[in-house]
């Protein structure tokens, strides 16, 4: 059964703090993906990856940068967690030029006070 | 970007009732798919469409994909309780297969 890990399902960080949230693909996927989930906002892109050491900014990168080391990690990181980016975040993967589907994460519901 | 736009926003029906899910895009789709997602939780992927005129069923949800590949619908018959959660339609953006773009998705609930 194909998986997309995400480390945390919970987490409470405060103002300030270094968050780090992993995703780990069990596919052999090369794209990888990290959106985050508001009400009335939908799902928005943050960075995604088509290959190990390699990023691309999304739609609303600011605050955020990722890590890819291996093929089948992809980090999201809050350098300085801010009270605005508490949020669902959801990580996907998916073969290149494929199908489309994208294979999602159970998400992490991250709170920053 | 490509920009999607899902009526209702939210849904609310009596069990066996049937419903339909609009998702309109500002822009030509090359690919749209449908999602769901229980509250709280991650996605699960339902059905892709490409070509126009495309129509896909799995269970008692059928989606179709309109003529000019602007717009895409997503019917449920005899909804069931089951079938409450988040429904979601995602384009794919250039053609490539792997990059989405999601609409904002309904809300829908169903009353036993």
């Known amino acids: 059964d194909v998986k997309v890990t995400q480390s945390s399902r919970y987490l409470v960080k405060r103002t300030g703090e270094k968050v780090f949230l992993e995703c780990v693909q069990d596919m052999d996927h090369e794209n990888m993906f990290w959106y985050r989930q508001d009400p009335g906002l939908g799902l928005r892109l943050i960075y995604f990856?088509?290959?190990?050491?390699?990023?691309e900014k999304g739609d609303i990168p600011e605050g955020y940068s990722v890590s890819r080391e291996k093929k089948e990690r992809f980090s999201l990181i809050l350098e300085s967690a801010s009270t605005n980016q508490t949020s669902m975040y959801l990580c996907?993967?998916?073969?290149?030029?494929?199908?489309?589907?994208?294979?999602f994460g159970e998400g992490s519901r991250l709170t920053v006070l | 970007s490509q920009e999607l736009e899902q009526s209702p926003q939210s849904l609310i029906v009596q069990e066996g009732k049937n419903l339909t899910i609009n998702c309109t895009s500002s822009k030509t789709l090359y690919g749209l798919y449908w999602y769901k997602q229980k509250y709280g939780e991650g996605l699960i992927f339902l059905m892709m469409l490409q070509k126009g005129g495309e129509e896909k069923s799995h269970e008692k949800i059928t989606a179709k994909l309109d003529e000019k590949k602007q717009q895409s619908s997503l019917h449920i018959t005899a909804s069931q309780p089951s079938h409450a959660g988040i429904y979601l339609c995602?384009?794919?953006?250039?053609?490539?297969?792997?990059?989405?773009?999601f609409g904002e998705g309904t809300q829908l609930t169903v009353n036993p």
């Open positions: 995602g384009a794919d953006e250039g053609g490539s297969g792997s990059r989405l773009t």
């Open positions: 990856s088509y290959d190990v050491k390699m990023k």
């Open positions: 996907a993967s998916t073969l290149p030029n494929g199908i489309g589907e994208l294979f």
